[in-house]
């Protein structure tokens, strides 16, 4: 028989570090679930972030080809960026594939959302798929990077992905958790 599995508490939270809005360092004392004390554990607050894998009506897959600070090297990405204050992820996705591509989709699928780093918080990260996407602007990004848009077909999708060319584990999520969405739902 399996004993019911029981949480960590936080006893205290301390502000350690303040780096704008986009970070915030924190020393934690808890108690483990067997009564131990755990002083000094680190945790990292960050915004909350969206990632947005895109299929356009032709059914390309948008993607950046980017240069970002923490990755060496190259590295493709699909749309993402932060969850302004009080904002709905959902809309969040939305706006950030309308910012950062200039595109719209009408059909949206939620992939789940998860925890970035399950010892250390640094936010949660909400997965879309969105179907059927078109071009209705020009990109409006604020991102500081140099990218460039691509359209990969599926097969340079899975190749890249495979290759390990998405970069960042967020990024390889979205596109294995959407390829394996699209796969179930074409049985």
Known sequence: MTEKLRPFKALSRNTVLK???FLKVESHTVESPDGRLIED???LVVPDAVIVLAITT???FLCFRQIKYA???VTLAPVG???ELGEDPFEGA???LLEETGYEAPEWT?????CADPDRGNGKRYLFLARQATQVAEPNSDDVEDQEILT???EELETALLDGQFKALSWTAVVAVALCHRNASST
């Open 58 to 60: 032709d059914q390309r």
């Open 81 to 83: 960026g932060m969850i």
């Open 152 to 154: 990969l077909s599926r």
């Open 110 to 114: 939620s992939l789940g959302s998860y």
């Open 41 to 43: 554990r680190g945790w």
């Open 19 to 21: 780096l704008g809005k």
């Open 94 to 96: 939305k706006r950030e």
């Open 71 to 73: 990755v060496e090297g």
